[in-house]
């Protein structure tokens, strides 16, 4: 079982609809990150978490410590939020070294 | 925050030959690490780039393979040595501060062996 478990793997959603992509875990860590990687391959980071929720524009990530658990939602979601989003935690005792989940596909649709 | 670039972006190369690539970080910072991603996978760790020594690598990559150079404190390189097609894989440049948590990512150099 890895380390690091993404759900749903691929998401399509019509435009404008709220989204939620969710992380589980099992080790325990330090900070949790939320990564975009868009199709050209680069890396955008979104948020890093240790505790409670974070809000940016319409995106907003929470984290659960008890329960192992993370989640990213997408409020009014448009198109060009379609892309890879990644989910990777630091490890207590790992330096600054990420275990990453597997990504989660979104596609929005106009 | 860091900005960091990456040369070449994407690249075809022949089965056998080597590529090096480069990432530049616009400040001064401790950790940089290269990472492979796999087309269709997620990102894997290959080395940590230390700074005036040898890199630290994982499990399952070595420097014959991979070398890297870390010259200073904002540049390093990582060359694919003696391609071939399964290394056909994004590559990513990542940094940090030592005590900081957050990381950074550059735009990746998308590689293609033929």
């Known amino acids: 079982k890895n380390e690091v478990e993404q759900s749903p793997q691929n998401l399509t959603a019509q435009e404008g609809e709220f989204i939620t992509i969710n992380c589980s875990y099992s080790?325990?860590?330090?900070?949790l990150h939320w990564l975009q990687q868009h199709p050209g391959g680069g890396i955008v980071s979104l948020f890093m978490l240790s505790s409670g929720k974070k809000k940016h524009g319409r995106l907003i990530a929470t984290i659960n410590i008890q329960e192992k658990h993370s989640s990213l939602h997408i409020t009014a979601s448009h198109p060009r939020d379609s892309a890879v989003y990644i989910c990777?935690?630091?490890?207590?005792?790992?330096?600054?070294?990420?275990?990453f989940g597997g990504g989660t596909r979104l596609m929005v649709k106009p | 925050s860091a900005v960091i670039s990456q040369k070449p972006s994407r690249d075809i190369c022949q089965r056998g030959t080597s590529l090096t690539i480069q990432c530049q970080v616009d400040?001064?910072?401790?950790?940089m690490f290269w990472y492979r991603q796999q087309p269709g996978q997620s990102l894997t760790l290959i080395a940590t780039a230390n700074q005036g020594s040898e890199a630290t690598y994982e499990s399952g990559f070595v420097i014959d393979k991979f070398p890297i150079s870390r010259p200073n404190l904002t540049f390093s390189t990582l060359t694919v040595s003696n391609m071939s097609p399964e290394d056909s894989s994004i590559y990513l440049c990542?940094?940090?501060?030592?005590?900081?948590?957050?990381?950074?990512f550059g735009p990746g150099t998308r590689l293609t062996v033929l």
């Open positions: 990542s940094v940090s501060r030592q005590g900081a948590y957050e990381q950074f």
């Open positions: 400040s001064q910072v401790t950790m």
């Open positions: 990777a935690v630091r490890r207590n005792n790992a330096g600054n070294m990420l275990t």
């Open positions: 080790v325990g860590i330090s900070a």
